[in-house]
Nanobody, 125 residues
Framework: QVQLVESGGGLVQAGGSLRLSCAAS????????MGWFRQAPGKDREFVAA????????LYADPVKGRFTISRDNAKNTVYLQVTSLKLEDTAVYYC??????????????????WGQGTQVTVSS
């Protein structure tokens, strides 16, 4: 099982940017599809973005399309989420997640079973 540690969260003004990172343990990182999810206070956790194990396919939730970019560096066992044009409603704890890529034909928000501890992103007006 892969271990995940997020970093890069913080307090930022609306319209600002951050880069979230998720470092994974183990030598099989390149076999995992990676995803980012978030949970705002009082709300359910929701899907944000995902990237295929190869890095050749990405998927985004509608609210973040055009503002967030997911990427990965398999040599560094790290996945990133570049968040730009931040809005107040982006305030949440952001979680990194992993699933075994070979178990799935295509990228989707489903099946992520390994989770990090989360990193807080707070957007102020």
């Amino acid at each position: 099982q892969v271990q995940l540690v997020e970093s890069g969260g913080g307090l930022v003004q609306a319209g600002g940017s951050l880069r979230l990172s998720c470092a994974a343990s183990g030598r099989t990182f390149s076999t995992y599809d990676m995803g980012w999810f978030r949970q705002a206070p009082g709300k359910d956790r929701e899907f944000v973005a995902a990237i295929r194990w190869s890095g050749l396919s990405t998927l985004y939730a509608d609210p973040v399309k055009g503002r967030f970019t997911i990427s990965r560096d398999n040599a560094k066992n790290t996945v990133y989420l570049q968040v730009t044009s931040l809005k107040l409603e982006d305030t949440a704890v952001y979680y990194c997640a992993a699933r075994l890529g070979y178990e799935y034909i295509a990228l989707s928000p489903a099946g992520f079973r390994s989770w990090g501890q989360g990193t807080q992103v707070t957007v102020s007006s």
